[in-house]
């Protein structure tokens, strides 16, 4: 059984106007197979529009892969939350490894993205996860555990009502090396019992999702996890029969 209702798409820096339109047209017609999962497209910020322009089902929802955490201002090449939002954006990644690594995105800086995003009532999906020699190191907790307390310090209870957080083992993004349903769990598991420590019955509810080479061929084993309550996709959902299938897999 499928403990799943949330699966979301980062194209990351991938896909063109055709893509928005053959998978808008991919998901329509598979939409009853996934009735009632929650469908998020994250298309590099150059497609949201057009992709906007396709989303025909309340159950697919538009989100971007990044935001600025000021308001307005002089702040060239950023992205603000209003301007998401004029865009029908509900969801904003946060966070992701790639970020961390390559933009050197500091827990501080979700942090403060994080806030806006939240406060401006949109839904922050904040990444954490471990890379390789600290997993070796058996530091994951330790590191995912500091990584929750500073990426999401100073949320409010109703701010982390508005919070999904993604672990993603660095070790498994883009490299076809899953975690196996029971390491993801595991960590998923002292996830939720952090969070629950700290934000209570809100913290019950925040979904965890599970991200890093998930296809459709380990989606099901994987969301039918007690802790598991979807996935973050990178490259099959870049693809539509690939991409459906996960989301089927999450109804269960
Ligand atoms: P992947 O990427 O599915 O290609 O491993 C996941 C992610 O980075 O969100």
Redesign the pocket.
């Known amino acids: 059984m499928s403990n799943a209702s949330l699966v979301i798409a980062?194209w990351?820096m991938n896909g063109n106007r055709a893509l928005t339109r053959t998978m808008s047209e991919v998901l329509r017609d598979n939409q009853a197979d996934f009735n009632g999962v929650k469908v998020v497209i994250c298309p590099p910020f150059t497609l949201l529009a057009e992709m906007a322009g396709h989303i025909y089902y309340d159950e697919i929802a538009l989100g971007a892969q990044n935001v600025s955490e000021h308001e307005s201002g002089a702040h060239t090449g950023e992205i603000s939350v209003a301007m998401l939002q004029e865009l029908g954006v509900e969801y904003v990644l946060l966070g992701?490894?790639?970020r961390r690594a390559e933009q050197q995105e500091s827990d501080q800086v979700v942090a403060a993205k994080a806030a806006a995003v939240t406060q401006a009532g949109l839904t922050a999906v904040v990444?954490v996860g471990e890379d390789k020699s600290q997993r070796e190191a058996d530091k994951t907790w330790s590191v995912i555990k500091a990584q929750l307390e500073n990426s999401l310090a100073s949320l409010s209870a109703k701010q982390m009502a508005r919070v999904v957080v993604?672990y993603?083992p660095v070790w498994?993004?883009?490299?076809g090396e899953t975690a196996s349903p029971a390491q993801a769990q595991e960590v998923h598991a002292k996830i939720r019992g952090w969070l629950v420590e700290n934000y209570q019955q809100v913290g019950a509810k925040v979904p965890l999702l599970y991200?890093?080479?998930?296809k459709a061929n380990n989606a099901e084993s994987l969301f039918s996890e007690a802790d598991i309550n979807g996935g973050?996709?990178?490259?099959?959902?870049l693809k539509g029969d690939e991409f459906s299938a996960i989301c089927r897999a999450a109804k269960g």
């Open positions: 980062n990351k992701h490894s790639e990444c993604a993603e498994a993004i883009g490299t991200g890093g080479s998930v973050l996709i990178g490259g099959a959902s």
